[in-house]
């Protein structure tokens, strides 16, 4: 994200007097308002997520068994399918 990038979007949260008391606190502590506490935890933890699904890192090994995982031949797993199968697992 670029620091002089002109904010021009908003972000409405709704939240309990509790919550909002307890991130006036931490954003006091760390000697921001709660709109810079916010965003910056927020844009950290969607990083975070995000670094999971897009980047994973292995050694040499770990990228050889992956490559001999994706090279082998489709196998039929009834077990998966039934699990699969069952009402309320995707639902």
């Known amino acids: 994200m670029n620091a002089k990038e002109a904010k021009t979007e908003r972000i409405d949260v709704r939240t309990t007097p509790a919550a909002k008391q307890l991130l006036q606190q931490a954003a006091a502590t760390s000697h ?3 709109s810079e506490f916010l965003l910056e ?8 997520t995000l670094a999971d699904r897009r980047l994973f890192v292995l050694d040499e090994e ?10 082998r031949p489709v196998q039929a797993k ?3 399918k ?3 199968d069952e009402r ?3 639902d």
């Open 32 to 34: 921001k308002s709660v």
């Open 78 to 80: 009834p077990q998966l």
């Open 41 to 48: 935890n927020g844009l950290e933890a969607a990083q975070a």
């Open 88 to 90: 309320g697992f995707f």
């Open 62 to 71: 770990g990228w050889e068994a992956f490559q001999t995982a994706l090279d």
């Open 82 to 84: 039934q699990l699969l």
